[in-house]
Structure formats: C-alpha cells, structure tokens
C-alpha cells in the first residue's frame, strides 16, 4: 500500500464550512502517482499510458480545513488491461471518504486498451490489499 | 428531466490535452442545482438540507476543450430519506460520462439524515427517468 | 468590448460562505475566449501561440453563489508583441471585481515572444476600451 | 520568512503540458496559512479576520508536474489596517512565479477593515524581507 499526506485547501472548503466533495477525486489521483509512475516513471505525458475508465466516492465523514489528511491506496483486482485501485481518506484519525477507480493500460496513439506487461503485474501484486481489507 | 449546459474551461483541460477527469463531479453537481432549488429553493447555506453520500463516474469517451456539453439530471430511485440522482453528460452529440449520486436529506443542526417530506417527493417524481432510460 | 456570462459554480465558494478569490483567474481567463479565437480560431493546443506573462486581480465586493457574473473584456494597450487585456466583473448590477493581464503573442516551438501581425492588431483595435474606461 | 512546499497535482496541467496558471493564486493562498494564523490561531472560519483586496501574480517560468515547488512569503509592507505579501515560487532551482498580495484586516460582522493590533504588526514585522530582497 501506498501512503500520502495532503494538506486540504482553504479555496478547497465551501459554504457549508467543510471540503467540498470534489476534492476528493483531485486527491485520489495525487494519490496514486507512485502507482502511476510503475506504469510510466518519467511521469510524462509523451509516455503516458493509463485511463481513468470509473471511479466511485463514499464521503463517510466531513473533511475539515486545518488537518492533514491521510490517503492509503492499494490494488484490489487486476485483470489483463485493467485494475482497480481501492484508497482510503482518514483525517484525525477518522475515516473520512472510500475511493474506487478502474484503471485501464492504454495506447493513446491507437486510443485502445493493452495487456499489462507481466512485469508490470509483478510489481501491482506488491501493493495488493490484504484479503481481509 | 433538468438540461443543463457547460462550457469546458481552459483550465479543466490537463496535460494529456482533454478534459481531466476530475472535473465531472463539479459539472454534475452544477447541473443538480435545480434539483437543489427543490429541497432548498434560496440555495442559501443557512438552510441547506442535503448532503451527498456516494457518487460514481463512469467516463465514456474524451471530453474536449471549446465545445459545450449538455447534462441531462433525472431521479432514479427514491427511499425515505435518500435518493439517488442518474446524470448522462453528452458533447457534440456523443455520450462522454455517466453521473451517479446518492443523496441524503440531511439536518445539518443535528446532523443526521431526515425522511424528505411527501411534498418534496412528488416534486421529485415529476423528475424521475424513464423506466427505459 | 467582449460580454461573458459565468455561473459561480457551488465548489467556488468558500467556507467564508462567499466565492473564493481565487476562482476570479478561472473565469477572466475564461471570458477571453473569444479574444484567443483572434489568434487561434480553432483554439487547438498545437497552434496555441499565447501566453499569459502577469496579471492582476482586485476584489472590489464580495461575489455570491446562486447569481450570474457577466465579465466584460476589452484590450487597453497594445504593444509589439505583447497587450494589456482589461476585465470588469459584475454581480446584479454592482461591480465586484477588476482584471488586468498581460498576454504575449508567443512561440511555443522556440519558447519566445513573436510581434503581432498588422491583421491581429487591427482585429483587437476594435476591441479597445474608450478612453474614459 | 515562511517556506512552503507545494506538488503540482495532475489536474492542474493544462493542455499546453504545464501547470495552468490559476493555479498559483491557490498556492499563494496556502502558503500564506502561517501568516494567517498569527491572526486566526485556530484557522476557524467564525474568527477569520482577513480579507484579500487585491493580487498580482507574474509567471517568470513555465512550471512542470513531478516535482515540487518551494514558495517564500514575507511582508513587505505594512499600514494601519493592511498588509502587503510578496511571494516567490520556485522549482528545481529556478524561480518560476512572483506573487504580491493586499490583505486587509477585516471584520465581517461589520464588514469593515480594522487597525492592526500592536502585538500582531510585532509578529508582522519579523516576517519582512530584507530591504535588498
């Protein structure tokens, strides 16, 4: 599993006083760069090769401004070009949001999606959640 | 039904030339308003009454710059204090995403979630998809 | 003088119950869309020939969710290669806040500034503020 | 002087490969959080006490994804009821953004600026730039 800490914004917080949920999504995907660079570790976008095809937001607590937050990210399912990342938001020690995102190795040249490389698979199978997780 | 129109900002685009995909949760939530004016017809924050609980994005094609998408917001499934919100984004005569959310009428004094009174509810159901759809 | 209407999005606002301040960049650089159609009709990325060097933003009264904004865009001076671009944003009849950028006509191949053709000039003459502005 | 390290997030790149420049008013923002809280300790929205009146940023260099940018905040000036901020952002060596702000001691039951403290334009004051800066 990976973890990163991310310090919510003042402009991220709205009217009714705490992070908005749109945050979220926005740290899921800080969250998954050490995920990204397996795939692509230059981080460029001429090399870039993963989609975003889905992803799903619990809010299970308000995320308040002034208080890092913690995001805990580790792979739950990996099929031939695709995986699903699942991540976890905790804040003073409180679990505050769930994300599920389907990723998908992708050409954008032919615009179509590709087998993970074993290699590549070897290296996800090392941030596997834990089965009881 | 509720159709609402976007116009992508610059600023949404992201390194990989489209639209990120983090802006969809901000695009549906701006198209709900008029389903906010229902429980909330100021959508003032001292009397706002509902918070979201859950949502889902499903990307179904690249979103580009320059071009308005149009959002159509209808209701998929009442409960007693929650519903559930079903949001297709279409650009240039494409369908480009799919919008979940799970919404709950929420009292934000005592914090907890509240049965949404019969007339709201059937100002909700003159909104709810064709069972097609 | 260019017109531009803008929502002020829900995400927009801030836990002081007002749109931050930092949504202002957004939207100004939004209502000079039309202004880089001048330079860049189709607005793609590969003949992107502008470049934003310096701007400025003053906060003249608190903007609320729930109204339009309109933005009116003029050019206030115009050099070789580069232009001072004015914007006024205004919120049910009451001026809320001022812009001023300074855009380069740029090439992004050889990262430097170019002078801008006598047929671009002319175009944004006609988009200049008078005088008393 | 306070610094303050920023990530550039994905979503923060925009189509021409960089990081957008509205961006750098909300890390101007976070990196003045310490100066903030010489007036709000608790950083709570029901005793904030400041406004931002005005703000000028000046992009020196394009800046990158993937690696982290350092930005300096000191005071440079300080009046009755108002202070002046000047910021530097920096990345990988080289200075990228210059950012200048006027923050107004402010108060929002009467919505009227107030004189700054002795005790606060003390703890100002150890935050100036050198006169050489």
Redesign the interface.
């Known amino acids: 599993m990976f973890t990163f800490k991310i310090?919510p914004?003042?402009?991220e917080?709205?009217?009714?006083?705490?992070i908005?949920?749109?945050s979220?999504?926005?740290w899921f995907?800080?969250a998954r760069?050490d995920l990204f660079r397996i795939f692509n570790p230059?981080?460029?976008?001429e090399t870039?090769n993963l989609?975003?095809?889905?992803?799903?937001?619990?809010?299970l607590n308000q995320i308040v401004?002034?208080k890092p937050v913690t995001i805990e990210t580790g792979i739950q399912r990996i099929g031939g070009s695709s995986f699903v990342v699942h991540q976890k938001a905790s804040q003073n020690g409180l679990d505050v949001a769930i994300g599920e995102s389907l990723m998908v190795y992708f050409d954008?040249k032919t615009l179509s999606p590709i087998q993970i490389p074993g290699e590549i698979k070897q290296r996800l199978l090392e941030h596997t959640l834990e089965p009881e997780a």
């Open positions: 310090e914004r003042f402009s917080t709205d009217a009714l006083g705490h908005n949920n749109t979220l999504p926005v995907e800080e760069t230059s981080l460029k976008r870039w989609i975003l095809k889905k992803y799903e937001v619990e809010m401004h002034g954008y």
